[in-house]
């Protein structure tokens, strides 16, 4: 079999991308895996001296991978090289099933190892409710205080698990079911859509800040595509603007020092699945109302779940007293 090794790297690339196009992926997915083909390809390039635009397949071998990657891993975290990793070792799955080179070469290559989840939740027992009800109550104090829209993405996080860019795509279809009975639908990661219960008091919390909006913007469009949150101006809110309301609501309920370090908003959405394996949910339904791909993902809240459990226990003076006595005897 004659394979195409003297085809251009990027315009296999090209072909790559074209092939992925009925898998729907996000542009944040595809976005991320162009950074990482085109990360790889100057270093690749640059260990081979010549021009990425001459890069061939005939290039893909394992020992010029293993040095582009080496110079990747010089200047990238561990979690950013695996990604790297897995985007290039899906790229040359793809060469290989389209005859353009004999073998995958990513084989060659070291594979960081995957880290761990370690859930980061709310410290503090009482820290969730505290944070609602200081949001509720306009504890931001500001010139133009929202408290509907802060109780409603702070809840969107605590009771349902919603990554950031879920609820940025929220829209005003999304919540679906009638009264009593209601539901978000929610896309999740890797077009994963799925569904999630909000009971009554959730519900509440929805039609108040629809109240508030409609309030607050009377010439807004509020049909069923329309983003359901929104920012001051009654624009579709931003990334960072939900990352700094989700902050600012911390640090005015003064509760700043109980997020652990890095997972602000995520934190919401850990303390919700810490809870569900808390509370006695299986690992499967942690799966299905996180939106998580893997069971095993779901599987490490419970587990994580255990071990504070018993650090918790372990750490009770009380057992100093008994190991005291147990030596006695």
């Avoid at 790559?16 to 944040?28: I, N």
């Avoid at 109780?151 to 009264?179: D, F, K, N, P, Q």
């Avoid at 602000?264 to 998580?292: P, Q």
Wanted: with cysteine; hydrophobic share 40%; aromatic share 6%.
């Amino acid at each position: 079999m004659r394979y195409k090794i003297h085809m251009h790297v990027l315009a296999a690339q090209d072909a790559f991308f074209l092939a992925r196009r009925t898998r729907k992926d996000s542009p944040h997915t595809t976005a991320a895996y162009q950074r990482d083909l085109n990360g790889v390809n100057v270093l690749l390039a640059e260990a081979l001296h010549s021009p990425v635009e001459d890069l061939t397949i005939a290039d893909l071998t394992g020992a010029n991978l293993r040095q582009a990657f080496g110079l990747f891993a010089d200047t990238h975290a561990k979690s950013s090289v695996l990604r790297a990793w897995s985007t290039w070792n899906q790229f040359l799955t793809f060469c290989v099933a389209e005859d353009y080179i004999a073998g995958n070469p990513m084989g060659a290559v070291a594979r960081p190892k995957t880290p761990p989840l370690i859930p980061k939740p709310l410290r503090g027992e009482d820290t969730p409710e505290q944070l609602l009800t200081a949001a509720a109550e306009g504890a931001s104090k500001g010139r133009d205080p929202w408290p509907e829209r802060d109780v409603l993405v702070i809840a969107l996080g605590l009771v349902a698990g919603l990554r950031s860019a879920e609820m940025r795509t929220l829209t005003l279809a999304s919540v679906v079911g009638r009264e009593g009975d209601r539901r978000l639908h929610v896309k999740g990661k890797g077009n994963r859509d799925r569904s999630v219960p909000i009971e009554p008091p959730m519900e509440r919390i929805v039609d108040a800040y629809l109240a508030s909006c409609r309030k607050r913007f009377p010439q807004g469009r509020f049909d069923r595509d329309s983003a359901l949150l929104r920012d001051r101006q009654g624009e579709p809110i931003g990334r960072g603007g939900l990352e700094y309301l989700v902050k600012s609501c911390f640090r005015w309920a003064g509760l700043h020092d109980r997020v652990p370090t890095g997972a602000s908003l995520h934190a919401l959405r850990h303390t919700f699945a810490t809870r569900l394996a808390e509370d006695g949910a299986s690992a499967s339904e942690i799966m299905a109302l996180l939106g998580h791909a893997s069971l095993a993902t779901s599987q490490n809240y419970i587990e994580a779940t255990a071990r504070e459990r018993r650090a918790a226990v372990a750490s009770n003076r009380t057992y100093r007293a008994l190991g005291r006595v147990s030596r006695e005897e």
